[in-house]
């Protein structure tokens, strides 16, 4: 059983360009959730999805996209790479009023 | 606003010394409160969630209480595998979001 799988791993884009972060859900999950982490910030919602179809802003949403077209994928969208979009990104999944489950993360750094 | 603080940000243990991580918390109306364990480079990995005060959860050498302004994780022996850091989040009954605290870094050393 994968969990919730995120690709890539690492990433290094140049400012200005664009890229999306995947994230995959095996586990039938309505819920999914985009988060960056910070050092010293603690990790913050950038957007949030209730279902395929259904999409919501987090605290951090400026500079990016989602889409939530199946169940399983709920893929984030960076526009015009900036330096203060280098972070830590987490993808999670859950049935909402209970517990979140994350994957392992995509390190990006914008140079 | 739905706030959650962790103290201390960083503790040091010896092997077999107990001790609580805290989490306090402000939140209009708690659906839920949540404990992760975070390695570093992976993602967080959930270990309890309570829903209301005075429950209690317990795996192994962790266990987590709730209050309603705050949530304990006591930790009872330490080893040095339990060395990560734990992050605390809450979840509010009119949300869907989860509000998380920055942390506490725990090192046990043998």
């Known amino acids: 059983n994968a969990g919730v799988t995120q690709t890539p791993k690492f990433r290094i884009l140049k400012i200005g360009q664009s890229m999306t972060l995947q994230c995959t859900q095996d586990m039938n999950h309505n819920y999914m959730y985009w988060y960056r982490q910070d050092p010293g910030m603690g990790l913050k919602l950038i957007y949030y999805?209730?279902?395929?179809?259904?999409?919501d802003k987090g605290e951090v949403p400026n500079g990016y996209n989602v889409s939530r077209s199946t169940t399983e994928d709920f893929p984030l969208r960076l526009e015009l790479a900036a330096p203060s979009q280098t972070s830590v990104y987490f993808c999670a999944s859950g049935w909402g009023a209970s517990e979140a489950f994350f994957g392992q993360g995509t390190r990006l750094t914008v140079v | 606003e739905d706030q959650v603080t962790q103290s201390p940000e960083a503790l040091r243990l010896q092997e077999g010394e107990s001790s609580s991580l805290n989490c306090s918390y402000t939140?209009?109306?708690?659906?839920?409160l949540f404990w992760y364990r975070q390695d570093p480079g992976k993602g967080p990995e959930f270990l309890f969630t309570?829903?209301?005060a005075g429950e209690e959860k317990e795996k192994e050498r962790l266990k987590a209480t709730l209050t309603k302004k705050e949530s304990f994780l006591h930790i009872t022996a330490p080893k040095p595998e339990d060395s990560a850091t734990y992050l605390c989040?809450?979840?509010?009954?009119?949300?869907?979001?989860?509000?998380f605290g920055t942390g506490t870094s725990l090192t046990v050393i043998p």
């Open positions: 309570l829903y209301s």
């Open positions: 939140v209009s109306g708690l659906r839920g």
């Open positions: 999805s209730v279902g395929a179809g259904i999409t």
């Open positions: 989040a809450v979840q509010a009954r009119t949300g869907n979001q989860f509000y």
